[in-house]
């Protein structure tokens, strides 16, 4: 093995030999097959033969609540009911059934829980520092024949590679349980809204390219509370800090949404699926635009990180 | 003369305004066990940290077998094994895979190398242990054993002795000697016992507020003492004034009470026929005992009262 993989597999085993990220894994599992048995009882069924059928009598009785709705109230229903008949005559003309339960829609959204996989690469984040000076470990780690340098690279790659990791075993997970309880889909096809109506992907793609565009969340997040904790050296502070703004950065946004400057705001630009389908949350937002805000925001944490690791003294734990 | 293993110059380290180390200078050869000694806070823990490139130095360099820490890192602290402070290992860890993830970070430790280690440090029972579960005299055993992995040319230990009992004390004191010896390496133990590691040592520097204020050779110190001319004497014997009347008179030296005992300095010759006089006046004399003053007693002249800055 070469010397830098040496590093990396240490710093793997040093995650891997503790329960607490076991536990992890197997809570992704727990809330996965809670999941499973709630589609179970509660989703409605279409059959091979009588879904167009059902899809006309949806938009029957949409049209007749239209009807009977007052000139002027509601006007939310109103949007809801006529995009849903657009829908249905989408499904409808293309021949396209709508999603049943199997295992390509339930990791399709499985993909709700992505945000445990930003929370739990941030928990591992926020310690694969801090814990060393916790210990007091880092003073022997440091005084080996390996620049400073290098053995942050190694614990910042194996964070990636946790995040990685656990992005790959959420989808393979949401998609073995899926099968388990519904069985796999043949060539399943979703349809999605976009700006100018209704389009279809296949769901596989769908599925792979909607947990690869939230990996840059997880980047995002996990560099961030690598940052802090570098910078304080403590894992709550890390952890408390970057899972709250995890729960909360889209209400930040949310809250400063009428300020010219609000779209250069990390959070903003965390979601580059928007620009894929979806709508940016601000006028004139573009991908390159969020590109380079993501970019900005990385370098500085990457090198107010690697100033304070390499440069700083190991004084009294 | 062959490159020192260890040399400081005119290493001084400032935190916050504050001047900890205040211009240490020393030379630690291959194969010498040196003694750091000085009281709690006089900068023994922050010198061994800028040894191995834990802090910066403010001033000055440490260079390790010739190699500079500041601008050779790698080059320097690949030939140093090291405790700093405690012994902190991962405890959720095994004393084995302890050993072998600092294993790891050099190029070619074998699994035979380590299990040679073990039983330098004789852990072989506990080794499979989670390191949690150690007592702090093990974590030492293994913190040296940790230290000595890639066969360092130099050893620092920051108070081995801490937490072990005396058997302990006595087999890291066998150690230490037999490394040093054998394998040429240079030996640095800080302390702040001095009795502890004085006989481990070959020379003792004592640091105090962040300055080297004696280097002394153990062996020459004992020695050389013994053929000076003036040994210093106690003797009990009664009746104790005309004792004391006779040495003064007859030898014309001076003579103190202390503690039911007199103490006097002599040439060394002269001490039978001292005696002889006593007995033949009829004082009975039951113990004569040359006092040594040991490094004890020099590192507290030396030393005086410790107040911490
Ligand atoms: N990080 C720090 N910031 C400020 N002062 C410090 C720091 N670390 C140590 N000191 C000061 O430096 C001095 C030397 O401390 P050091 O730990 O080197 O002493 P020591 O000789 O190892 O003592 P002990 O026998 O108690 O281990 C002390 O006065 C201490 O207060
Ligand atoms: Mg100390």
């Excluded at chain 1, 703004?245 to 930040?252: E, H, K």
């Excluded at chain 2, 040894?51 to 820490?69: A, P, Q, W």
Aim: glycine letters at 6%.
């Amino acid at each position: 093995m070469s010397n830098f993989l040496k590093l990396i597999y240490n710093e793997v085993l040093k995650i891997f030999i503790k329960k607490s990220t076991w536990i992890m894994f197997a809570l992704l599992a727990i809330i996965l097959v809670g999941f499973a048995f709630l589609n179970n009882t509660l989703v409605e069924e279409y059959t091979k033969d009588n879904w167009k059928d059902k899809l006309h009598q949806e938009n029957m009785e949409l049209q007749k609540e239209l009807d009977e709705a007052k000139e002027g109230s509601d006007d939310f229903f109103k949007e809801f009911a006529l995009s849903e008949i657009e829908r249905n005559n989408y499904h409808i003309e293309h021949d396209i059934m709508p999603l049943q339960n199997g295992a390509w829609s339930f990791a399709h959204d499985g993909s709700t829980i992505l945000g445990l996989v930003s929370m739990f690469t941030i928990i591992i984040a926020a310690g694969i520092v801090a814990n060393e000076f916790n210990h007091g470990t880092i003073k022997l780690l440091l005084i080996r024949p390996i620049q400073r340098s290098t053995i942050l690279l190694s614990k910042y790659l194996t964070v990636l590679l946790f995040g990685l990791f656990t992005t790959i075993i959420l989808l393979f997970l949401s998609l073995g349980i899926g099968a388990i309880f519904f069985g796999i889909e043949e060539m399943p096809q979703i349809v999605l809204e976009q700006q100018d109506g209704f389009t279809h992907v296949s769901l596989i793609k769908e599925t792979i390219l909607k947990y690869s565009y939230y990996f840059v969340n997880v980047i995002i997040f996990a560099t961030l509370a690598f940052m802090i904790s570098v910078l304080f050296r403590s894992n709550a502070l890390a952890i408390g800090v970057s899972i709250f703004l995890l729960l909360t950065g889209g209400a930040i946004v949310q809250f400063l949404s009428d300020r010219e400057w609000a779209k250069y705001i990390l959070f903003a630009n965390t979601n580059l699926k928007q620009y894929a389908n979806g709508s940016p949350p601000f006028e004139g937002m573009t991908l390159s635009f969020s590109i380079t805000v993501l970019a900005v925001y990385y370098l500085i944490f990457i090198t107010l990180t690697w100033f304070s690791f390499t440069k700083r003294d190991v004084a009294g734990t | 003369m062959s490159t020192p293993a260890l040399e400081l110059l005119k290493v001084k380290k400032t935190i916050r305004n504050k001047e900890i180390i205040k211009g240490l200078d020393f030379t630690v050869n291959k194969g010498e066990v040196f003694g750091f000694i000085g009281p709690n806070g006089a900068g023994k823990t922050t010198t061994i940290r800028m040894i191995v490139g834990l802090m910066k130095l403010t001033e000055g360099d440490i260079r390790i077998l010739g190699n500079s820490i500041k601008s050779n890192f790698k080059g320097a602290i690949e030939k140093v094994g090291a405790i700093v402070e405690n012994p902190e290992l991962y405890p959720y860890m095994t004393g084995w895979q302890n050993l072998k993830h600092y294993a790891r970070m050099f190029p070619n430790i074998t699994d035979e190398r380590i299990k040679e280690v073990v039983s330098i440090v004789k852990m072989e029972k506990p080794i499979h242990q989670k390191v949690k579960r150690y007592s702090l005299g093990m974590r030492q055993r293994l913190g040296i054993a940790q230290a000595i992995l890639h066969k360092p040319a130099v050893l620092i230990l920051d108070e081995p002795t801490n937490g072990l009992d005396p058997a302990g004390i006595r087999e890291i004191r066998q150690y230490i000697r037999k490394l040093a010896k054998e394998e040429e390496i240079a030996v640095i133990i800080s302390s702040h016992l001095l009795s502890e590691i004085e006989q481990m040592c070959d020379r003792i520097g004592i640091i105090k507020n962040g300055e080297l204020i004696a280097i002394q050779d153990v062996h020459e110190s004992n020695e050389g003492e013994q053929k000076t001319n003036n040994v210093p004497i106690l003797l009990d014997a009664h009746p104790i004034e005309k004792a004391e009347e006779i040495i003064q008179t007859t030898f014309q030296i001076e003579v103190q009470k202390r503690e039911g005992f007199l103490s006097f300095q002599s040439e060394r010759e002269q001490i039978p026929s001292i005696i002889q006089s006593l007995v033949q006046q009829d004082i009975s004399i039951y113990q004569v005992a040359t006092s040594k003053t040991t490094l004890e007693d020099k590192f507290f002249d030396l030393i005086g009262e410790n107040t911490i800055e």
